[in-house]
């Protein structure tokens, strides 16, 4: 009996069929799972809204992303409200409006207006405002889809918005537009003090080709300022060569100064003109070519002729041009105020910005840290050139009195330790083993030092030192010097020392500066009645000194005053106690009337070291009286008394002007400003106590009790 025959399984078996079947069945499965699962995560994501509405715009789903933004729970808003009814109703009626106003037919101003482009298969994607559920709002980017019945593409289903929260980007925008303007500003101001200026101003690339001018350049050359950009500056001379010759001398020489030319105007007139000139370089140190400032001599030329032969004609155009000098630095010190407004504002908008939340993008931190290093150099130069000005123009007012030198190196310290560690310099201070003090102004003397100590540090080497001195050079003269292991100064460069402007080849080598402290600081050693110096050793280092008088322990003559002379004290049996305010910057005269108050129950005394401090403590505790310096760091005495009056809660508060200002135009200059007494420092005990217990009894009745 033969067997049957084998039989080969083909595509067609139907035990294959079942198997594959199977498998397809089960990857179907898989895929679908796996698809829900994505699209419950899509959906539930807490980073955007998603709002799924029926075609009536009824909402269906509202995901967790939806809940955290606007504040409503899913249970809230399905199947009862439409996404219409949580945002700006001004905004839908407008989009409305606007919709159809472009399609030439109405829009009803409701759910429909969010979706009508989106209903006819356009892609919509704009800005809405969203209301939360406690009436707060926020701006959002909403994007709208129109869902589609998978059977019959052409029937919409229902709506998919999703919406991620624009506050950030709004807010950024916003603070950009700001900062924007603040720019718009500083570079109108900086215009206007350009073409404010009686020179006739330009600039020119290296090759000597005009790249900028003011008006009073185009009134010289009778050419406007289109025609003049671009041209060789030597064109508009009658000395073309000599005008050349000029350019080449600032390029080798980088400053000229009282450099003649005479100007030919396009119609033939001509002025003689000086010219000073200087160059400059950007950032990196590299040349980019020359500014310069013609001042009209024609007048002065024929002024020269006249006066040598009459001298008396000699010293009235010396007043003039005297006179014309401090109009420059009160215009250079005005200008300075004006440029501080909105610098100060683009520094602080720039550094708000850095510190943001969330924080900026690595290219966005990048430009605002290139604001805040040019801003702060800026406010470098403008705050020395205003110094410069003040200083120059014969108004700055110095309190030159007994100050702790222990006090002010500490101080000194803190300031510029951060720097020198920054630089890796390590620093040295004098120790004190007594008191020392030293006749100056508390402040102008920080400043001086503070100035020194920046520079030996600046311009040091890596991993340098700088040592500070403290010595009696003579009797009653005291010299700080400042010794630093820096490259050192040839004697040519050292002779060039407290020059305005002139940094001693140090722009060449990118270290930034304004070439004015030096020169700020020996005008001040100077009003505080002492010298400023110099040595140098290249490859060694430099010392820099200043010498200024010693001064006798005023704490001790006030403590002994106090001992033997007898104060005359008000009973204060049944009397409150009265608050007193002593706003100074001098710490060693806060000790003197703290010791003071202290044998006074009847009192209790607030402090403050500056004018805007003691204001605020005004406002805040409305003493009885105040006791007012008049030189403070930031506002003077006078200044911040004025501001207390202006207040109407403080107007009434006896104000008592306490100075070493003590000629009598500076007492008679108080008084007339409105300080109720002035006194004047050293403080005489009893006429301080009697002052001190008539602005009482004036703080209790209003009145000033009869003597």
Not at 227 to 234: D, M, Q, R, S
């Amino acid at each position: 009996m033969t067997s049957p025959p084998s039989r080969r399984h083909s595509d067609n078996d139907p035990a294959d069929a079942t198997t594959t079947g199977s498998l397809t069945d089960r990857l179907h499965h898989d895929t679908f799972l796996k698809t829900g699962a994505l699209q419950d995560a899509i959906l539930n994501s807490a980073n955007f809204s998603s709002i799924a509405t029926d075609e009536q715009g009824v909402i269906q789903i509202f995901n967790v992303g939806a809940e955290r933004m606007l504040g409503y729970t899913a249970a809230d808003v399905l199947n009862k409200i439409t996404p219409a009814e949580i945002s700006d109703p001004q905004e839908v009626i407008a989009r409305a409006a606007s919709l159809s106003l472009e399609l030439g037919t109405t829009i009803a101003p409701g759910f429909e207006a969010l979706v009508f482009k989106a209903s006819r298969g356009i892609e919509d994607i704009y800005e809405l405002t969203y209301i939360r559920k406690d009436g707060s709002r926020f701006p959002a980017v909403v994007s709208v889809t129109a869902l589609r019945d998978v059977r019959d593409h052409n029937g919409i289903i229902g709506y998919l918005l999703i919406g991620t929260d624009n506050t950030v980007r709004k807010q950024a925008e916003a603070e950009q537009e700001k900062l924007d303007q603040l720019l718009r500003d500083q570079q109108f101001y900086t215009r206007s003090l350009i073409e404010s200026n009686i020179d006739a101003l330009m600039t020119t690339d290296p090759s000597g080709i005009i790249t900028d001018v003011n008006n009073q350049m185009e009134t010289l050359t009778g050419r406007s300022r289109e025609e003049l950009i671009g041209a060789p500056f030597k064109n508009y001379f009658t000395d073309p060569a000599r005008a050349e010759a000029g350019i080449k001398r600032v390029l080798s020489e980088s400053k000229v100064t009282d450099y003649e030319l005479t100007a030919r105007a396009k119609d033939g007139s001509e002025t003689v003109v000086s010219y000073n000139a200087t160059t400059f370089h950007d950032r990196d140190g590299i040349l980019k070519g020359v500014f310069a400032a013609a001042r009209d001599v024609t007048e002065r030329k024929r002024w020269d002729k006249v006066l040598q032969e009459n001298t008396v004609e000699l010293e009235k155009a010396k007043a003039i041009a005297e006179k014309a000098n401090l109009a420059k630095s009160d215009f250079l010190s005005s200008m300075s105020h004006e440029l501080r407004s909105p610098l100060n504002a683009i520094l602080g908008f720039a550094q708000l910005m850095e510190s943001d939340t969330p924080g900026p993008t690595l290219a966005q931190k990048a430009s605002i840290g290139q604001i805040l290093h040019a801003g702060w150099f800026l406010l470098e130069l403008i705050n020395d050139i205003l110094d410069l000005a003040v200083i120059e123009s014969g108004r700055l007012s110095l309190s030159l009195e007994a100050v702790s030198l222990p006090e002010v190196m500490i101080e000194c310290q803190a300031m510029i330790d951060p720097q020198a560690q920054k630089r890796g310099i390590s620093m040295s201070f004098p120790k004190f083993e007594r008191p020392c003090f030293i006749k100056a102004d508390r402040t102008r003397l920080k400043q001086v030092l503070i100035n020194l100590l920046s520079n030996a540090i600046k311009y040091n080497r890596t991993g340098g030192t700088v040592v500070v001195d403290c010595d009696l050079t003579a009797p009653g003269r005291l010299r700080i010097s400042v010794t630093d292991t820096g490259a050192g100064l040839t004697p040519e460069l050292l002779a060039q020392l407290f020059q305005a402007f002139n940094r001693l080849g140090k722009e060449a080598t990118g270290e930034e500066g304004t070439g004015i402290g030096l020169v700020v600081s020996k005008r001040l050693v100077e009003l505080m009645e002492g010298t400023i110096g110099a040595q140098s050793t290249v490859g060694v280092g430099s010392v820099f000194w200043i010498e200024l008088g010693a001064d006798l322990d005023p704490h001790a003559d006030f403590i002994k005053a106090v001992s033997t002379t007898l104060i005359e004290t008000p009973s204060t049996t049944g009397t409150r106690t009265r608050l007193l305010l002593y706003i100074e910057d001098n710490p060693a005269n806060l000790k003197l009337v703290e010791q003071l108050i202290s044998r006074r129950p009847d009192l209790r005394l607030l402090t403050a070291q500056n004018g805007k401090d003691g204001i605020s403590l005004a406002h805040g505790y409305l003493p009885d009286v105040i006791l007012m310096d008049i030189n403070l760091p930031g506002i003077s005495g006078i200044e911040a008394m004025k501001l207390i009056r202006l207040d109407p809660t403080t107007a009434h508060i006896p104000i008592v002007a306490v100075s070493a200002n003590a000629i009598p135009s500076d007492i008679a200059k108080g008084i007339e400003a409105g300080f109720f007494r002035y006194l004047t420092k050293p403080i005489k005990v009893n006429e301080f106590m009697e002052t001190l217990n008539v602005a009482l009894a004036f703080a209790e009745s209003g009145t000033v009790p009869s003597t």
